[in-house]
């Protein structure tokens, strides 16, 4: 097996790891001094317990979330997957409390590996997509 496809079957298995709400599992598969480049953010956010957080923010409200990879790609130590987030609004997120509504929304990663690891994320989800999904309805006028 290449690196590559080492690296692949890594984030794969990762992806496994945050549907069945495995944070543990998910940060052992972090480097020491992992990165998180959040689209809006200047600077990298730094270490595993930043990455705990935001997932657990996701899984605290979308607890049945489903992660489907439509397509991936490695080129060197960089892993780039094409992937679609599915669940049900059961938690607050963001300034929105639960509405029970089925969301769908998608993303494009891109990590960075050292060694077994992942070291770097960056992350550019569809926030505008999930947000209308779960805003409230405009009230009639």
């Known amino acids: 097996m290449t690196t590559t496809e080492r690296n692949m079957d890594l984030l794969r298995t990762a992806y496994r790891s945050l ?6 599992a998910c940060v052992g598969m972090l480097t020491e001094d992992f990165l998180a480049n959040v689209p809006g953010l200047p600077d990298p956010l ?4 930043v990455w705990r957080q935001g997932a657990r ?8 979330l489903r992660v489907d990879v439509q397509d991936m790609f490695a080129v060197g130590d960089k892993v780039t997957a094409l992937v679609s987030f ?5 938690g607050a997120f963001q300034q929105f409390e639960a509405t029970g509504r089925q969301v769908a ?5 891109v990590y ?9 994320e960056w992350v550019a989800p569809d926030m505008i ?13």
């Open 57 to 64: 923010a996701m899984l605290d409200a979308f607890p049945d």
């Open 112 to 120: 960075r590996f050292e060694g077994d690891r992942i070291a770097e």
């Open 105 to 109: 929304y998608r993303s494009i990663e």
């Open 86 to 90: 599915h669940g049900t609004h059961q």
């Open 19 to 24: 549907e069945k709400g495995e944070l543990d």
């Open 46 to 49: 730094h270490g595993r317990e």
């Open 129 to 141: 997509g999930l947000m209308g999904q779960i805003a409230p309805a405009p009230a009639d006028h």
